[in-house]
Nanobody, 116 residues
Framework: QVQLVESGGGLVQPGGSLTLSCVAS????????MGWYRQAPGKQRELVAS???????RYAASVKGRATISRTNAENTVHLQMNSLKPEDTAVYYC??????????WGQGTQVTVSS
């Protein structure tokens, strides 16, 4: 079993930056895809970014060029750095692991609010 704990959320002004971090307890495999999703009020949960064990990354079009995802397998961590934040980035951000293509693990989420 894997437990994910996120940190780094909060209130940020438009144009600001933040870094979200996620620590996973339990064993993380190189085949695990780690990522971040977000869910804004009244909207579906959506992928923000993901990274494979080999370092291949995917980004949502809405954050491409503004976000960087990274992982450290030895420390069971995944980070999401976001720059030039916009009010529409306001959401609860969830850490996620996809294992063997079908098993999903989720964190409890961390609130990010972009507002002046």
């Amino acid at each position: 079993q894997v437990q994910l704990v996120e940190s780094g959320g909060g209130l940020v002004q438009p144009g600001g930056s933040l870094t979200l971090s996620c620590v996973a307890s339990g064993r993380i495999f190189s085949g695990d895809v780690m990522g971040w999703y977000r869910q804004a009020p009244g909207k579906q949960r959506e992928l923000v970014a993901s990274i494979s064990g080999g370092g291949s990354t995917r980004y949502a079009a809405s954050v491409k060029g503004r976000a960087t995802i990274s992982r450290t397998n030895a420390e069971n961590t995944v980070h999401l750095q976001m720059n030039s934040l916009k009010p529409e980035d306001t959401a609860v951000y969830y850490c996620h692991i996809l294992r063997y293509g079908s098993t999903n693990y989720w964190g409890q989420g961390t609130q990010v609010t972009v507002s002046s």
